[in-house]
């Protein structure tokens, strides 16, 4: 909400000698946030009002000039120089006289120009500074109008000296979306007398009543009140100060009766409408629309309507999406001259899922989704109908239409002490009686609890907990004590938050990039994943109101996300690319239906239990990502390229920041490549995959060939035991290599464990060095290299007690897969 100074002050009694920051501070203070001030451009030197007195045509030039002499308040007219042709003899002007320098520095002065000499210069919206309208010279009035005379200075009237300060406003502060309720709070924060601009008594029209209509659901509709007006001039322009003031809300000035409508809405937060009353066809019905109906709104999109659309229509069918927009067959027009002027009451949750439904987020659903006050439909037509009758002629014609279903509303009870008790400040029930009171309630204080009604423009408080925020928010925020709770002793990350952060340190510390994305999902990534319909990650949590129709379901991988991620850097012109995310997933394979509780009173313990219930598990998983080259190339050599083994070696990685040992196995699990998979076991229980994805899901995703992936449940991984220090040994080690042929299928793995299993206790670290296929291995084997490291505790070792140890070796693992030393 903008908020200029000079209109506010209309209003509010603001003290002599407040300045802006005082406004701001005072704004800040009644939890109002202060986006931005906004301070128009300087203007210096003579500025002042001129009346144009005559206009001279001057033809021979490649566009359109005119000499015109203007009254500036002096014995004499000036002569100026005009290109612009939206002004006639009679109209109030801006004139630059010679030495006013405006905004960019711009300096006037007289010059000579198309045979003329220009004493000054007559200005625009845009040469000022107070707006982008260009195309044609600011006309502030006609003869007659109530403008000031000739010489006047023009600065306070064109609005060079209004700031205005942005605001923004909270949901349950709509009322601070119109200026009655800004003034309304800046009277209470600055403890000035203030105005009510909706406190006037409207006419009582009479006559038959101006249109019929009837409200089919008068649930979400529980006020429409209508007037009929005719003999409105369709060429009569919005006065300056109007146009100015919209201008400063940043709403764009369009004809007077629509101006008229949106200075109202500003000015009392009731949005109106105004319909072609000649293009209204019978009875006026408001109703929910039926399904297939459509509606063209003003903005020309034709929409397709569902039945929780509602609807103002007439004998052809809708002419507004209620609350929202207007249609386009019942627009005003250049030659509208009868005008139908509506003001209701709208249910705020309907409008919301309207404008949300057809993305039109309008000013008026703004103000109607956040509630609106009533009371002020009426006086709100009598504001419009008198701006209209003074500027375009318009008479008010036939008796008001006001359907008004409305019920009391009920009073809330409130002890005295809870705003005390809840605040930490000692309030006396004096004050917050009349704290309650500033607010607008009506309070009865005959008692304990207080019987409290709050006033119509306040539909958000409906608590006693509202209650005790707005006599805590007027006491003043800054009274409430800051007071530091003291921290326990003792109390450190938990197991399961350090393991947490050692993940995503170990895998940064290796390279790769954190890339945390949304937890939403779709189809089309699933099916891009090539699952089955088998498959459990395709058994989907839905979202009630997804930020997406095309992502409505929580994430049950975190590849979807990771793998987009690393396509989205790829577009983008990144070649190499190493990505980890580790968050929670949400499988859907076993979940029981929520129960939706009351808000009047606390769950019971056996609804809570099925709440809790009915939440899908959340485990934490870790995924990685990587494609182009793993280590650069350069002087120092070619480089290397990212394969399924780096993959598999965060799955390390993770395990060993962990303290969880990882064993590595053949497996076979979409999206990865059924012959370059692998999977991740813990004990006997397979806890995730790393390999090279499938060939159809790297062009699914548009990603290079040989894409590498992890994915892992982290949560499944065991507790870590207690660390203990490894043995170390004064005696030199025996270091041997062994080179092992064996068969394709047999998983490295395998050969790994059959050689710690035959090296016994005197082994002290196995790493496989190289892998060899080709002559003269056989087709279908290929060749094994491992260094191993023997190392006694307590002795060297000898030679003979290394053979031993090495021929026990090659023995297991020739039993338990195949092995046999390569001659």
Request: proline content about 9%.
């Amino acid at each position: 909400m903008r908020v200029p100074i000079g209109w506010l002050a209309e209003y509010v009694d603001v003290p002599a000698g407040t300045s802006v920051e005082d406004l701001d501070t005072a704004f800040v203070r009644l939890g109002l946030e202060v986006e931005e001030i906004h301070r128009p451009e300087e203007v210096t030197g003579p500025l002042v009002i001129g009346k144009v007195l005559g206009i001279e045509e001057l033809t021979g030039f490649k566009k359109p000039i005119r000499y015109t002499q203007v009254d500036v308040g002096e014995a004499e007219p000036r002569g100026i120089v005009c290109g612009a042709s939206n002004f006639v003899v009679g109209d109030t002007v801006v004139v630059a006289l010679p030495g006013a320098v405006l905004p960019g520095g711009f300096e006037i002065a007289a010059r000579t120009t198309y045979d003329r000499v220009s004493d000054g210069m007559i200005c625009s919206v845009r040469e000022l500074g107070i707006g982008d309208d260009h195309a044609g010279i600011l006309v502030l009035g006609h003869d007659g109008a109530d403008v000031p005379p000739p010489g006047t200075p023009a600065g306070q009237v064109a609005g060079l000296d209004d700031v205005v300060i942005e605001l923004a406003v909270t949901p349950d502060r709509g009322y601070c979306l119109s200026m009655r309720g800004i003034a309304r709070e800046m009277g209470t924060g600055l403890a000035a007398p203030w105005r009510d601009p909706g406190a006037v008594t409207p006419p009582v029209w009479s006559g038959e009543p101006a249109w019929q209509v009837t409200v089919a659901d008068p649930d979400r509709c529980d006020r429409f009140s209508m007037i009929a007006m005719e003999g409105l001039d369709p060429t009569a322009p919005s006065p300056w100060w109007l146009r100015r003031r919209l201008a400063q809300a940043s709403v764009r000035s369009i004809s007077l009766a629509v101006d008229v409508t949106n200075y109202v809405m500003l000015e009392l937060g009731q949005p109106m409408h105004a319909f072609d009353r000649d293009a209204v066809t019978g009875p006026i019905t408001v109703r929910l629309a039926r399904e297939g109906e459509k509606l063209t709104t003003l903005d020309g999109a034709q929409r397709k309507l569902t039945a929780d659309d509602l609807l103002i229509t007439d004998e052809t069918g809708p002419i507004g999406l209620a609350a929202v927009m207007g249609g386009a067959s019942t627009e005003i027009g250049d030659g509208t001259t009868a005008v139908l002027l509506e003001a209701a009451h709208w249910e705020p949750t309907g409008v919301a899922r309207t404008a949300r439904r057809h993305r039109l987020p309008s000013e008026a659903a703004k103000r109607f989704e956040r509630g609106v006050d009533p009371e002020m439909t009426v006086v709100a037509l009598a504001r419009a109908a008198e701006l209209l009758a003074e500027y375009g002629g318009a008479r008010v014609v036939g008796a008001l239409v006001d359907v008004d279903t409305r019920v009391p509303r009920p009073a809330i009870a409130l002890d005295a002490a809870t705003p005390a008790r809840v605040a930490g400040v000692p309030y006396t029930a004096a004050q917050v009686v009349e704290l309650l009171g500033a607010v607008g309630c009506d309070v009865d204080s005959s008692g304990n609890p207080l019987a409290v009604t709050p006033p119509s423009w306040r539909p958000d408080l409906t608590d006693p907990a509202d209650l005790v925020e707005e006599v805590v928010r007027l006491a003043g925020y800054d009274e409430i004590p800051s007071v530091l709770p003291t921290a326990p002793p003792g109390r450190g990350l938990t197991d399961v938050q350090r393991r947490r952060r050692g993940v995503g340190r170990a895998l940064a510390e290796a390279g790769y990039v954190e890339s945390p994305s949304y937890p939403f999902v779709g189809t089309a990534a699933l099916d891009a994943l090539g699952l089955t319909d088998g498959d459990p990650r395709r058994e989907v949590v839905l979202v009630r109101n997804p930020l997406s129709e095309e992502e409505p379901a929580l994430r049950t991988t975190l590849l979807p996300g990771l793998l987009a991620t690393l396509a989205r850097n790829l577009s983008r012109g990144q070649r190499d690319l190493a990505l980890f995310e580790h968050g929670a997933v949400f499988p859907g394979s076993s979940r029981t239906a929520a129960p939706l509780p009351g808000v009047d009173r606390r769950p019971d313990d056996a609804t809570l239990a099925a709440l809790l219930g009915a939440v899908p598990e959340q485990p934490w998983h870790v995924a990685v990502a990587l494609t182009g080259s793993r280590e650069p190339r350069g002087w120092w050599g070619p480089g290397r390229p990212g394969v399924w083994a780096d993959a598999v070696q965060a799955a390390r990685l993770v395990a060993a920041a962990s303290g969880v040992e990882l064993t590595v196995r053949a497996g076979a699990e979409a999206p990865w490549h059924p012959g370059r998979c692998a999977g991740l076991v813990v004990g006997d229980r397979v806890i995730g995959h790393a390999g090279e994805l499938h060939p159809r899901v790297c062009a699914a995703l548009e990603l290079p060939a040989r894409t590498a992936a992890m994915e892992l449940d982290l949560d499944a991984l065991p507790a870590a035991g207690v660390p203990v220090g490894p043995p170390i040994s004064s005696f030199p080690p025996v270091l041997l290599d062994l080179a092992l042929v064996v068969g394709d299928d047999v998983p490295a793995a395998e050969v790994d464990a059959a050689l710690r299993e035959g090296a016994g206790e005197l082994l002290e670290s196995l790493r496989l060095f190289d892998v060899y296929t080709g002559a003269p291995v056989p087709a279908g084997s290929r060749s094994l290299g491992y260094a191993l490291t023997l190392r006694a505790p307590d002795r060297t070792l000898t030679g003979e007690e290394a053979a031993t140890v090495r021929e026990s070796a090659v023995a297991a693992a020739g039993r338990r897969t195949g092995a046999v030393l390569r001659g």
